[in-house]
């Protein structure tokens, strides 16, 4: 299977963070049971585990904007590994938080799917 892993991991991010800023509880299609979330020390397995602590973070307004987005094939079945740097804007803070996010897109029925999440706030 040939995937232009490159543009797939820009479509992906764009759709994600778009979502997520405009409505994070959206966001359960894109996990599925045995998928993982670590969102800093937490870790969580399974599509509404995951959506219930996106859902439950402590802000109402959030924008992402992505600094550097980076991906590679991650076997022969076309599963994709996509890091992303970037900044969050958060409520109505002036000053954005770094972040730094992994995911392992898996494919699916001519779509992907996300089976590891990994997001870390980067502290200067």
Same mark, same amino acid.
């Given at each position: 299977m040939s995937v232009d892993f490159n543009a /797939? $991991? !820009?479509?992906?991010? !764009? +759709?994600?963070?778009?979502q997520f800023d405009k409505d994070r509880s959206q966001l359960g299609n894109l996990y599925r049971d &045995? $998928?993982?979330l670590t969102f800093e020390s937490s870790q969580l397995q399974g599509a509404r585990a995951i959506i219930? @602590? /996106?859902t439950s973070l402590g802000? =109402? @307004?959030v924008a992402h904007r992505i600094s550097t987005l980076d991906a590679q094939p991650a076997s022969e079945n076309g599963d994709v590994l996509v890091m992303v740097t =970037?900044? /969050?804007l958060i409520d109505e803070e002036q000053n954005p938080q770094r972040y730094s996010q992994? +995911? &392992?897109l898996i494919p699916e029925a001519g779509s992907y799917y996300v /089976?590891?999440?990994?997001?870390r706030l980067n502290y200067a």
């Open positions: /797939l $991991s !820009q479509q992906f991010c !764009q +759709f994600y963070y778009d &045995h $998928s993982m219930e @602590k /996106l802000f =109402g @307004k =970037g900044e /969050l992994v +995911f &392992h /089976l590891n999440d990994i997001f």
